[in-house]
């Protein structure tokens, strides 16, 4: 996958970018990552990108030209493949369920804005905008690295194991079961005795049944649009008694 990120601030991709899996992933030629610095693109000679709001009000606003010309002199905009997105407190909710779509994309671009905000009219431009929650950064940089985090590990080679990350939370719509490791005995905290049964469907149901359960407690509301099976309705059932009972 081609990942091209258009920032005023590219050193701010470098660490994140360039280590732990994604860097690994760049290694191996399945990520291709850009960082365009549009400030480049500025044909002013204080190579300025924005300025002050028609109508007026507080703050600066980028520019429509610097970005455009930055999109246009490294993507091909008429390209169906290609997901040019926004990343705006505006956009709409960033889910896993985008993630896995946008994984399957050709090419992705992420524009970062800064100031108080783009010009309007950059907005003609963009497939896609996304925000990654109801709060206002300092620019568009860190969402950015969250949704190129989100999105590159569902790239097919980037995780060895597939199932690592079918099973996350999210992924099929419920938060994901408890893990344990070593040592079985942590300050009187045992690990649950299925776990060590070696009894695989018995492991199988438990993790099913905590993951509801934990989903219920933490997480209802995703329970409301969840497309429950015959065995999952019976194990939240069991979960609500047990609940229920403690109460």
């Known amino acids: ?32 990552i850009d960082v365009i610095n549009f400030r480049e693109y500025s044909t002013n000679k204080h190579k300025s990108v924005d300025d002050y709001p028609f109508g007026g009000g507080a703050g600066m606003v980028l520019q429509p030209e610097p970005i455009v010309s930055a999109l246009r002199d490294n993507l091909d905009l008429d390209d169906p493949d290609t997901e040019v997105i926004l990343m705006s407190p505006q956009g709409k909710p960033f889910t896993q369920e985008a993630a896995c779509a946008l994984a399957q994309k050709k090419q ?51 995780i060895k194991e597939q199932e690592s990350y079918e099973e996350d939370s999210f992924y099929h719509g419920l938060l994901e079961y408890p893990h344990y490791t070593r040592p079985q005995n942590f300050e009187g905290m045992e690990v649950p005795e299925v776990l060590l049964s070696g009894h695989h469907e018995n492991i199988r149901k438990w993790r099913k049944k905590e993951s ?36």
């Open 1 to 32: 996958m081609e990942i091209k990120i258009f920032s005023l601030f590219p050193e701010m991709f470098e660490g994140p970018l360039g280590s732990s899996l994604i860097g690994k992933a760049q290694e191996k030629d399945i990520l291709h």
């Open 108 to 158: 992705l671009a992420f524009v970062c804005g800064h100031y108080e905000g783009f010009d309007e009219r950059i907005r003609a431009f963009a497939t896609q905008e996304y925000s990654i929650g109801d709060y206002v950064l300092t620019g568009g940089e860190l969402p950015a690295m969250v949704m190129i985090d989100t999105i590159s590990r569902l790239i097919p080679g980037v």
């Open 212 to 247: 509801l359960r934990r989903t219920l407690l933490r997480r209802p509301d995703l329970l409301e649009h969840y497309e429950f099976n015959k065995e999952e309705l019976k194990l939240l059932e069991e979960v609500k008694a047990e609940l229920a009972e403690t109460e």
